[in-house]
């Protein structure tokens, strides 16, 4: 592991308890500014809150954590947040252009009236301009989710934080939004995370990944990471990882747990980029099976 000076992202044996349980221990991780990382595994393994340590919302159990040099929460208007999909009440007096300009007027930065000229760019980079005066919670899921997106970009961060951001997307709008946040993320020198059940609508913009189940991890190019031996090693039993129609797909025997027939769709294995061979790619020690 390099050392994280000049990272955007450095974890440090970084490890997460609720009670006795382990969510994940030892993690090692740098990400360098402008770097696009995918958080996969199975449900209930700590994807999310990982996120929530990233902002600063939840204390590691043990180990260091710093974003930018500093502690996760200082200097958090630099984050960007696109949280996992939640229905508004159609009711809510609020339109697609109020949410969005609630993502600049959180960081209070320049006049009412400037804020409120950032608000059109970053809906037209969307594609939501024709729905953006409705009130949000008579718009689609797909529609809302755009918005949402907007209005984590609208603050211009330098960390885009993007919890399953393409859910009630179809294909076509998924490329389009990951092309929006991708162009953000060369343009802006910004950060990007995802956290994800699915690789695909990612897959060619994705410079690491780390993968987290059954309170371990590993961290490295999709190449290395995405192997049979690699997740065999992870879940502490033989996983499967089949190439299917240029698809990869994870399957796992009943003691596996949460592997079992865990399929990912991690999307088109010659069109990922190994930028990563090296000190990211492996189990950390003290959780070898």
């Known amino acids: 592991m390099n050392g994280s000076g000049g990272a955007a992202i450095a974890l440090r044996r970084a490890t997460m308890r609720f009670g006795h349980h382990v969510v994940w221990e030892n993690l090692d991780l740098d990400v360098a500014p402008g770097q696009c990382l995918a958080i996969l595994g199975p449900n209930g393994a ?24 500093r502690p996760p929460g200082h200097g958090s208007a630099e984050a960007g947040y696109v949280a996992q999909q939640r229905v508004f009440d159609p009711d809510l007096p609020v339109r697609g252009r109020d949410l969005v300009q609630f993502g600049i007027d959180g960081q209070r930065r320049g006049l009412p009236r400037t804020r409120a000229r950032q608000v059109d760019p970053v809906i037209q980079a969307v594609g939501a301009q024709a729905y953006a005066d409705v009130w949000i919670g008579l718009l689609s899921g797909g529609q809302q989710q755009r918005l949402r997106i907007a209005q984590a970009l609208a603050g211009r961060p330098r960390l885009l934080l993007c ?10 709008a998924q490329e389009e939004i990951v092309a929006v946040i991708d162009r953000h993320r060369r343009e802006h020198g910004t950060t990007v995370v995802y ?5 695909t609508p990612i897959a060619d913009v994705v410079d690491q990944v780390l993968y987290v189940a059954a309170g371990r991890w590993a961290a490295g190019s999709p190449e290395t990471v995405l192997t049979t031996e690699r997740l065999s090693a992870l879940y502490g039993t033989h996983i499967d990882v089949l190439r299917v129609h240029h698809h990869v797909v994870i ?36 959780d070898q099976p």
């Open 46 to 69: 700590g994807k999310s809150t990982l996120l929530k340590v990233l902002l600063g919302l939840l204390p590691l159990s043990g180990g260091t954590i710093a974003v930018d040099a």
């Open 163 to 172: 919890d399953e951001p393409l859910l009630s997307l179809d294909p076509a």
């Open 195 to 199: 956290v994800t059940h699915e690789i």
């Open 251 to 286: 399957v796992g025997g009943d003691s596996a747990g949460g592997a079992t027939h865990h399929p990912h769709d991690h999307g088109p294995a010659g069109h990922v980029r190994d930028r990563h061979d090296g000190h990211a790619g492996h189990l950390p020690e003290g």
